[in-house]
């Protein structure tokens, strides 16, 4: 039950786009479709913003998206805005009935 | 509209026990998975256990097996963390996330409660 790896932080201006990156394992993140993200604002619960390596939630803004290749998923936030700065976790089923986290990436809106 | 409430987060002594309930609104409960999730103060997410929408299928984190019990009440649609030889490294916010469906990812998060492990 090794953690996903992710960058510990990121930034960008409004308007632009970032992408943070959520590095695993043949187990994990290779094996299976079920690499999820999610947006965690201070004192915050943790909210879905992509299931199932790229689906988006009903309602959510399309300038988030997310890929996968391999054992590498990536969360990509276009347009940038204020209300993004936030902690983003990825996540993978990890087959047995578990569950792994990436250490979180904390998005900087300059 | 869905909702998951925790409770039973405390301050409590190293060695001791505690009990997290989470009560669930807003969907069939008894249809779903459900999960514990914690997060350590200033640290990252950790998923802890997760139970089926039976009961029949529990399964923990190395980090928590052996001491930690999921359960559930289908009849009063709440979720339970038994949490027993607790040690500050339990310190955590504890998340009960509702699972989309039978063990695939966390569509729908509580608030939160806060166990403190500490002498």
């Known amino acids: 039950q090794s953690a996903l790896t992710q960058p510990a932080s990121v930034s960008g201006s409004p308007g632009q786009s970032i992408t943070i990156s959520c590095t695993g394992t043949?187990?994990?993140?290779?094996?299976?479709?079920?690499v999820s993200w999610y947006q965690q604002h201070p004192g915050k619960a943790p909210k879905l913003i992509i299931y199932?390596?790229?689906k988006r939630p009903s309602g959510l803004s399309n300038r988030f998206s997310g890929s996968k290749s391999g054992n590498t998923a990536s969360l990509t936030i276009s347009g940038l805005q204020a209300e993004d700065e936030a902690d983003y976790y990825c996540?993978?089923?990890?087959?047995?009935?578990?569950?792994?986290f990436g250490g979180g990436t904390k998005l900087t809106v300059l | 509209q869905v909702q998951l409430v925790e409770s039973g987060g405390g301050v409590v002594h190293p060695g001791r026990s505690l009990r997290l309930s989470c009560a669930a609104s807003?969907?069939?409960?008894?249809?779903?998975?459900i999960h514990w999730v914690r997060q350590a103060p200033g640290k990252g997410l950790e998923w802890v256990a997760v139970?089926?929408?039976?009961?029949?299928?529990?399964n923990y984190a190395d980090s928590v097996k052996g001491r930690f019990t999921i359960s559930r009440d289908n009849s009063k649609d709440t979720l339970f963390l038994q949490m027993n030889s607790l040690s500050a490294n339990d310190t955590a916010v504890y998340y009960c996330?509702?699972?989309?469906?039978?063990?695939?990812?966390?569509?729908?998060w509580g608030q939160g409660t806060l166990v403190t492990v500490s002498s």
């Open positions: 996330a509702k699972d989309k469906g039978d063990r695939s990812y966390f569509d729908y």
């Open positions: 807003g969907f069939t409960f008894s249809n779903y998975a």
């Open positions: 139970i089926t929408y039976d009961g029949s299928v529990k």
């Open positions: 043949s187990s994990d993140v290779g094996n299976y479709d079920l």
């Open positions: 199932e390596d790229i």
């Open positions: 996540s993978s089923y990890a087959g047995s009935s578990t569950w792994v």
